[in-house]
């Protein structure tokens, strides 16, 4: 299996070029949006439909099946699972392997794969601080100490460096803020403040460690400030680890030296997160993930990166093989 990502971002895109894309779409809030290929899927789909065309062209060279999967919704990282509850094995058959690339910031004309640990364990956390105490009063807008707003905000704001401590050196976790909601306009009455955690790590035991972490820091707070209830926990994995089969990553490694010569290297450990590896997480499905650099100028100078408004691919430049034929899509 090939797979690709669909999933465009409701950013305008400012590059001047001929394709540049003018489209506007209509968001689930129902906000009318531009939208543009910023984090470079267009070039991950041009990629596999090139591979389908060359690999079509040669098929009395090979033999099996070829699945090309083209997922949306990678952005949020719903859209892999929402495809397998779809029926996406109903359709077709359960693949042999999984492959799959996608495009990083950095000059054009290199390849980079490597086995284990590519991209970081992803879990979105949500924490209800509930303030009072007002159980059953009929005026709830004059019992509004302890004020939840305070409480949750000295939580978050040390809660980095609290983790880095809690789980010692040599180990990766990162937790970022990424929501807090409180109150409405117009009332003087917070019932509750709402904060939305990103949790990122490497490795399943510092992930349940960072986890309980959360939930102590959180829960001793409210009880030394006189909260009337606990805390309330919403955790939801967002991305699982992806971690390359060494057989497949190695294997695909070779191929790479052999076409790219020095322009195939050692990939390396990013903090993105991917949800590719739902595809075959209930079928044990072995798989390889690897990123290609196509859209900076190999003549120095700063480069887009990816979700930038001037993210853009340099075609004329790609990837070159080593022995001497043009460009062809990485994904063969």
């Known amino acids: 299996m090939l797979r690709a990502e669909l999933d465009a971002l409701p950013i305008e895109e400012l590059i001047d070029l001929p394709y540049s894309s003018k489209k506007r779409m209509v968001d689930r809030h129902g906000n009318d949006r531009p939208v543009m290929q910023a984090c470079g899927h267009d070039m991950n789909m041009a990629a596999p439909l090139g591979a389908a065309a060359l690999l079509r062209a040669a098929a009395a060279e090979w033999s099996g099946t070829l699945l090309i999967v083209f997922q949306p919704d990678e952005e949020e990282t719903g859209g892999a699972q929402a495809m397998i509850d779809d029926g996406l094995y109903n359709l077709v058959p359960v693949p042999d392997l999984m492959l799959a690339q996608h495009v990083v910031p950095s000059a054009t004309g290199s390849v980079s794969i490597r086995s284990g640990p590519v991209l970081v364990a992803a879990d979105s956390i949500r924490v209800r601080v509930v303030g009072g105490p007002c159980e059953g009063t009929l ?194």
């Open 139 to 332: 005026n709830p807008q004059q019992c509004v100490d302890p004020d939840p707003i305070p409480i949750a905000m000295r939580v978050v704001l040390g809660l980095e460096d609290a983790v880095r401590a809690e789980i010692g050196p040599g180990k990766d976790a990162t937790i970022a803020c990424w929501g807090f909601h409180a109150g409405e306009p117009g009332n003087d009455y917070v019932a509750y403040a709402d904060i939305l955690l990103d949790v990122k790590t490497m490795e399943v035991e510092v992930r349940l460690q960072v986890h309980e972490f959360i939930k102590r820091r959180f829960r001793e707070a409210c009880r030394e400030a006189g909260m009337p209830l606990e805390p309330i926990f919403d955790i939801k994995v967002r991305a699982p680890l992806t971690s390359n089969d060494v057989l497949i990553s190695d294997a695909v490694g070779k191929v790479f030296k052999q076409m790219f010569g020095d322009n195939a290297l050692e990939m390396e450990l990013t903090r993105a997160c991917e949800d590719f590896s739902t595809l075959g997480g209930g079928y044990n499905v072995p798989y390889a993930y690897w990123n290609f650099r196509g859209s900076g100028n190999t003549t120095g100078g700063a480069i887009a990166t990816n979700h930038s408004p001037y993210f853009a691919p340099i075609i004329e430049s790609g990837l070159g093989c080593k022995n001497g034929y043009p460009w062809a899509p990485v994904g063969i």
